[in-house]
């Protein structure tokens, strides 16, 4: 008896018991909120933490133009390691992105404190909850890391740039998809199918006493039963869960400056951005936005308590947030048009208390001239509009299917990433189509993240009855993509691939003729055809610069003729009705 005592006395006592290995401590915590990590750093963080808990597991991704792997963090209660397993299992998933402006860290470490957190069970998560975290993004502008970037930026000590390493802002690459990381982030936002998407940013701008903004995607454009539940239940309860930590929210201050107490128009994402590209996949995305005057350790602290509270939320209303994408998918497979511009509705707007500093002018020091500052002795609290209903302003009918000729690759690529559903004809196919011939449209001047993009696109259009090749893309409108095509792939969308440059190659005429030669046919042509040669009169009585013009009026005849290239200007996506 004295033996048995006596070992149970040996394995009670606190001396002898196995050190339990303690949580890897990151960068921010040893710097006392001074520093963020470094790349490596980042890396090695999220490795330790993985070996260390059971809920975590990182995942080597797709490639990036810094040479590196994406890395995605699953987090959950039951230790998943494949989302496609957590989805099958019907968990709620929340995707957070890191770091697509390296000089904007605060996401960065707020996911590795949260996580933390719920590896050492500080922090319960919900058992139908798993988060998918993408650490750092934009590798490229981590690694260059300086601490001059952001002027005007309160803290850390050092941080990366804006730009990636082909120095793209990644936060304009989710529709035109120029850099590799943003073909991995596709093929990462397809697996995870988020029920919440929250890509971490900082704010510039105007100075108020918030700590932090919400960019909330709008609900006007996410539309039906998902844009009604953002407005009027889902930003609400986020508000409200912020205010009982000691956070006013307020939604992001969309001015540069000078007097945001008068109100401001909600940030219009279009799908270039992240949020305007997770509204076209039926996500509830939001985009928070600390503020860059405040010290670095109130930033972090707010980012993270904000994640908690979407996380708290996912975990009550879980079923319901994934009903109703399943219902916006269903009708965006079924759906008989698509909006694909907007306009702004300021004769309604939503009042929210805004907590700012009274601003004011005074000579500068530099240039003597008047010059905007914001007194912070002075605090005011003030009800404000924030105009954020958008009304559609051009409608498209939907077509039955696409067809993209097979040269046309670049863009089947960037469809294909995003899980697009297409198929090769696998014959000859002659089909009745419905065709755009670009008219007109505007380029602009100055470069925009490496495309002169286009814009103010005029069309006209006709059936016609075309072959197509064996190995051209059928790609059918019955599916949940149907908005990210229809937002894409016609012409005068915003962020069409048009816009972006991807079909220029049809504006510029390849075949041309000798007008020397070409007058004898021209002039035979003519006589066969009165019909063309009665309008080439009515433009020459009306048209006394035309009347003037011999090779105006030479081309008028080439251009309606057989020889003229029907390529030039002809949109190569071709719209099937029936």
């Known amino acids: 008896m004295r033996c048995l005592l006596f070992s149970l006395l040996l394995l009670a006592s606190p001396l002898l018991a196995v050190a339990q290995p303690a949580a890897p401590v990151t960068i921010y915590e040893t710097s006392k ?265 109130a930033r972090v602290a707010s980012t993270k308590v904000l994640m908690e509270c979407f996380i708290a939320y996912a975990g009550k209303e879980g079923s319901t947030l994934r009903s109703l994408r399943e219902e916006t998918k269903k009708r965006t497979s079924t759906a008989p048009s698509f909006p694909i511009s907007w306009r702004l509705d300021k004769s309604r707007y939503t009042n929210y208390t805004f907590k700012g500093f009274e601003s004011g002018s005074k000579p500068s020091e530099i240039s003597g001239q008047p010059r905007l500052y914001y007194d912070r002795n002075k605090p005011f609290t003030a009800t404000v509009p924030v105009y954020g209903y958008y009304v559609p302003e051009r409608i498209i009918t939907t077509p039955k299917a696409y067809i993209i000729p097979q040269g046309w690759w670049k863009v089947i690529e960037r469809l294909q990433i995003n899980g697009i559903r297409m198929r090769k004809l696998t014959q000859d196919s002659t089909v009745e189509v419905e065709v755009y011939k670009i008219e007109d449209y505007s380029t602009a001047a100055r470069p925009y993240e490496g495309h002169h993009a286009n814009s103010n696109v005029k069309l006209n259009w006709q059936k016609q009855t075309l072959t197509f090749l064996k190995g051209d893309w059928y790609i059918p409108l019955d599916q949940a993509g149907n908005r990210f095509l229809m937002e894409t792939l016609e012409p005068q969308a915003e962020d069409s691939y048009f816009n972006w440059n991807f079909f220029d190659p049809i504006l510029g005429q390849k075949e041309g003729y000798s007008a020397y030669v070409f007058e004898d046919k021209a002039a035979a042509y003519l006589q066969q055809q009165p019909a063309l040669k009665a309008q080439l009169q009515q433009r020459i009585a009306s048209d006394s610069s035309f009347a003037k013009n011999g090779r105006a009026q030479l081309d008028f005849i080439y251009k309606n003729s057989p020889w003229y290239e029907p390529d030039h200007n002809r949109y190569p996506v071709f719209r099937v009705m029936q």
């Open 33 to 297: 909120g001074m520093q963020t990590p470094t790349y490596d750093q980042i890396v090695t963080w999220w490795s330790a933490i993985d070996k260390f808990s059971k809920k975590v597991t990182l995942l080597t991704k797709g490639p990036t133009d810094a040479g590196f792997p994406l890395h995605l963090a699953l987090v959950s209660q039951q230790g998943y390691t494949s989302v496609s397993q957590a989805k099958k299992d019907g968990k709620t998933i929340l995707l957070i992105n890191n770091g697509i402006h390296p000089g904007e860290p605060d996401g960065i470490d707020a996911s590795m404190l949260l996580v933390k957190d719920i590896a050492t069970n500080k922090l319960i998560l919900p058992d139908n909850v798993v988060l998918a975290i993408i650490p750092v993004y934009n590798i490229g502008g981590c690694l260059r890391r300086s601490p001059y970037y952001r002027v005007d930026q309160e803290g850390p000590e050092a941080f990366g740039s804006r730009g990636n390493s082909q120095n793209l802002d990644l936060n304009r690459d989710f529709i035109k998809l120029d850099s590799k990381e943003a073909f991995s982030f596709c093929a990462i936002f397809q697996e995870c199918d988020p029920d919440i998407f929250i890509d971490n940013h900082v704010s510039n701008g105007a100075d108020y006493q918030h700590v932090m903004t919400l960019l909330t995607s709008q609900y006007s454009k996410l539309g039906g039963s998902m844009g009604a539940y953002l407005h009027e239940q889902f930003e609400p309860a986020i508000y409200a869960a912020m205010k009982t930590k000691g956070y006013d929210l307020i939604p992001y201050v969309n001015i540069g400056g000078d007097k945001p107490e008068k109100g401001w128009n909600q940030f219009w994402d279009s799908p270039r951005y992240t949020s305007g590209y997770a509204t076209l996949w039926n996500s509830f995305a939001f985009v928070p936005e600390t503020h860059m005057l405040k010290p670095y350790p």
